[in-house]
């Protein structure tokens, strides 16, 4: 099993910076790719980014490519997602979810953090 809490989430206006972060325990964390994926109001779960088990790799959605950066600190065993230039369509809760092979689909991630709320106001 893997636990994962995220936090950071709150509002901000359109512009503004927000940091998540995911705090993972539970079995050996740094052998598990990590996403960050989003569920905006009315919408289905999408992968915004994640990250290789060494941070070596990562993805990023095209519609956040160049403003969100995802980072892990295998030592503090937490994956970061530093948002920048935030719009009101970011809004969504946040999820981390980990997996040792990370599936096609973003819901078939193995295990899930109970998320955390974003949202930017215009």
Same mark, same amino acid.
């Not at 989430?9 to 994926?37: D, E």
């Not at 999408?46 to 980072?71: D, Q």
């Not at 503090?76 to 935030?86: A, D, E, F």
């Given at each position: #099993?893997?636990?994962?809490?995220?936090?950071?989430? &709150?509002?901000?206006?359109?512009? &503004?910076?927000? +940091?998540?972060?995911?705090?993972? =325990? &539970? +079995?050996?964390?740094?052998?598990?790719?990590?996403?960050?994926?989003?569920?905006?109001?009315? #919408?289905? +779960?999408?992968?915004?980014?994640?990250?290789?088990?060494?941070? &070596?790799? %990562?993805?990023? @959605? %095209?519609?956040?490519?160049?403003?969100?950066?995802? =980072?892990?600190?295998? @030592?503090?065993?937490?994956?970061?997602?530093?948002?920048?230039?935030?719009?009101?369509?970011?809004?969504?809760?946040?999820?981390?979810?980990? !997996?040792?092979?990370?599936?096609?689909? @973003?819901?078939?991630? !193995?295990?899930?953090?109970?998320?955390? #709320?974003?949202?930017? =106001?215009?």
């Amino acid at each position: #099993q893997v636990q994962l809490v995220e936090s950071g989430g &709150g509002s901000v206006q359109a512009g &503004g910076s927000l +940091r998540l972060s995911c705090v993972a =325990s &539970g +079995r050996t964390v740094s052998n598990y790719a990590i996403g960050w994926i989003r569920q905006g109001p009315g #919408q289905e +779960r999408g992968l915004v980014a994640a990250i290789s088990p060494n941070g &070596g790799s %990562t993805f990023y @959605a %095209t519609s956040v490519k160049g403003r969100f950066t995802i =980072s892990r600190d295998n @030592a503090k065993n937490t994956v970061y997602l530093q948002m920048s230039s935030l719009k009101p369509e970011d809004t969504a809760d946040y999820y981390c979810a980990a !997996d040792t092979s990370p599936p096609a689909l @973003a819901s078939e991630w !193995d295990y899930w953090g109970q998320g955390t #709320q974003v949202t930017v =106001s215009s």
